[in-house]
């Protein structure tokens, strides 16, 4: 990819000459900074944001994102500065790369510092979605190059790519992408799998696309016959990763997958997908429990397609999927498509922001404001990481409610699960579960479009036995947290007034430990002993012993002490 590739999308997509010349300007200040340097390929260094700012393009996405691809790695690997990138861009493209800049820090090891950059990386994407379509993009292009870096470093990067940048990619709705990270992970992680998948799968990825070409015109001229428009018949063949993924449910035998190479069908409008499903139908005969409409049920991601499997000639099976061009365009690109310049001809950096407020609030993706509230949960990072694949990265499930409204879950998931994503209190007060109408343990696993109805009880407190079943982090958090003090109530009222131990992470300033003192004195706390811990730490530690005669008189000195200025955080242990 050359600048000349870049003039020649934006003048097809007709963009105006403004777009052009910021773009052309983008890409020459980028030229110049990143001069001399080469790529680990041995490349010139311009080559990976020029591929950056090209999949961007691709994605329609405005000329503020695209110049910013240009100029991601100018303030990372040269002299350049944020500051100067502000002077010569402005605001909006400063902020953009200053983003991606902080971005790139994240190195995921199940460390603290991993844990840090990952928070990060989700407050951006509430802060600007463009952020994180720019990071995963350049992390597109550095997986396609991973060939040229060290074994050790191959592994670690396509271990965080599984794990971190597809299945984010795919809560986005950027399905290609995701695919596209999982399969250039897949050898650096799973080689020898790989290896067997390839060698496995090649003539079987022939066959079924020849004869898919069998079935094509048989479609089209049935579909002109029924006078039902059509856009585009072409065949879809399945990542080899999730390939990989849907042959261990099944026992590693292909002749159970039907999907392996799909035709998808573009249409006009929604009632013409289901006119095309008619057609598909009276062709060849449908499989029993294969259709599935994820129009009128959207997965969580906010996919959205007609599927049918049906028995073609010789009794093979294949699947259709029958969509419209929109519908298309958010599959590929997800929450891209909301971002697009064709629909987001905005004036000024403001405007964009509105965009920005509104996509978030769009009901598929609502998760990421769980996300952000959900992450102040964790203080053990390792815990942190953990919860995060499971509650927001594992495969998804959706469940609903006997109105109607839809939830997203993890695969596994259990009516107590269900029960806290609604609400916690609901999740607290849990005794049973109706799930499609019939009473069921709160074990139970929930399956993909079950209907869930918690019956609940005043008083009821949850159960240890729980913890052996539940598998959102947030579920367990809200237990064990619920479990821990009912355990310390208990606790309290044995022990009467014996000595807890509270500790503040403070910003040091002056008489801040008077006004602490002073708040333990209205509270008629009878202070033991004071220290301070400073020792390997960015922000000191001020240890307090006292007795409290309850849990209640605990937890209102703790909310008093968190609003002293220059208090961070308060937390206790019995002693």
């Known amino acids: ?226 006078e039902i428009p059509f856009q585009d018949i072409h065949a879809r063949a399945k990542h080899y990763y999730s390939l990989y993924k849907k042959l261990l449910k099944y026992d590693m035998d292909l002749a159970k997958i039907a999907d392996i190479v799909a035709l998808r069908v573009i249409l006009p409008s929604i009632e013409d997908c289901y006119g095309a499903l008619g057609v598909v139908h009276k062709l060849w005969r449908p499989m029993p429990g294969k259709i599935k409409d994820y129009i009128a049920l959207p997965k969580p991601n906010g996919y959205r397609s007609l599927h049918t499997t049906v028995f073609g000639p010789d ?76 509650d927001f990265f594992k495969n998804r499930i959706f469940v609903l409610t006997p109105k109607g409204d839809v939830f997203d879950l993890p695969e596994g998931s259990t009516p107590v699960d269900f029960a806290y994503n609604v609400h916690t209190t609901i999740g607290n007060t849990a005794t049973g579960a109706r799930v499609n109408g019939k009473m069921t343990s709160l074990d139970y696993q929930l399956k993909n479009g079950d209907v869930v109805e918690i019956v609940t009880q005043k008083n009821k407190k949850p159960s240890s036995d729980w913890l052996k079943f539940v598998k959102t982090g947030h579920a367990r958090k809200s237990v064990s947290s619920l479990l821990k003090k009912f355990s310390e109530e208990k606790a309290f009222e044995k022990r009467g007034g014996e000595l807890t131990e509270l500790r503040l992470t403070v910003q040091d300033r002056i008489g801040l430990l008077r006004d602490v003192t002073n708040v333990l004195a209205k509270q008629k706390i009878n202070v033991k002993s004071v220290t301070t811990d400073t020792k390997h730490r960015s922000w000191p530690v001020i240890i307090i012993q006292a007795p409290f005669k309850s849990r209640k008189d605990l937890e209102q000195t703790m909310v008093k002490l968190k609003t002293i200025k220059g208090v961070e955080e308060v937390s206790y242990k019995l002693l």
């Not at 990143?34 to 961007?56: D, F, N, V």
């Not at 991601?72 to 500065?81: Q, R």
């Not at 093979?316 to 519908?327: A, G, H, I, S």
């Not at 404001?369 to 992450?375: A, N, Y």
Request: glycine content about 2%.
């Open 1 to 226: 990819m050359n600048v000349n590739a870049i003039r020649e999308i934006l003048i097809k997509q007709n963009r105006p000459q403004e777009d052009c010349a910021l773009v052309e300007r983008a890409h020459k200040f980028a030229e110049r900074a990143h001069k001399g340097q080469k790529r680990k390929s041995g490349e010139p260094y311009i080559t990976h944001p020029l591929a950056t700012a090209s999949r961007i393009l691709e994605m329609h996405l405005d000329a503020a994102t695209v110049a910013a691809a240009l100029l991601h790695d100018v303030c990372e690997d040269t002299e350049i500065s944020i500051e100067d990138i502000r002077k010569e861009f402005g605001e909006e493209i400063a902020v953009l790369v200053e983003g991606v800049t902080k971005l790139d820090k994240i190195r995921y090891k199940g460390t603290e510092r991993s844990a840090e950059s990952l928070r990060k990386m989700f407050l951006a994407i509430a802060e600007d979605i463009r952020i994180v379509l720019l990071k995963l993009v350049d992390r597109l292009h550095n997986m396609e190059t991973l060939e040229h870096l060290p074994p050790e470093k191959q592994k670690r990067i396509a271990l965080e790519t599984l794990d971190i940048y597809a299945p984010l990619s795919y809560r986005l709705g950027m399905t290609e992408l995701s695919g596209d990270l999982e399969d250039l992970a897949f050898p650096y992680v799973y080689p020898q799998e790989y290896d067997w998948l390839i060698r496995t799968t090649k003539e079987q990825y022939k066959n079924l696309d020849e004869y898919l070409k069998t079935l094509k015109p048989r479609l089209a001229e049935e579909l002109q016959r029924e």
């Open 315 to 390: 009794e093979r099976p294949v699947e259709f999927q029958m969509r419209t061009r929109e519908m298309h365009e958010e599959a590929e690109n997800g929450i891209a498509a909301h971002w697009s310049y064709s629909e987001l001809k905005r004036a000024n950096t403001k405007e964009y922001a509105k965009a920005n407020t509104a996509l978030m609030n769009k009901k598929q993706y609502a998760w990421i404001g769980q996300l952000r509230e959900w992450q102040k949960e964790f203080e053990n990072p390792d815990e942190f990481l953990e919860s995060l694949k499971i």
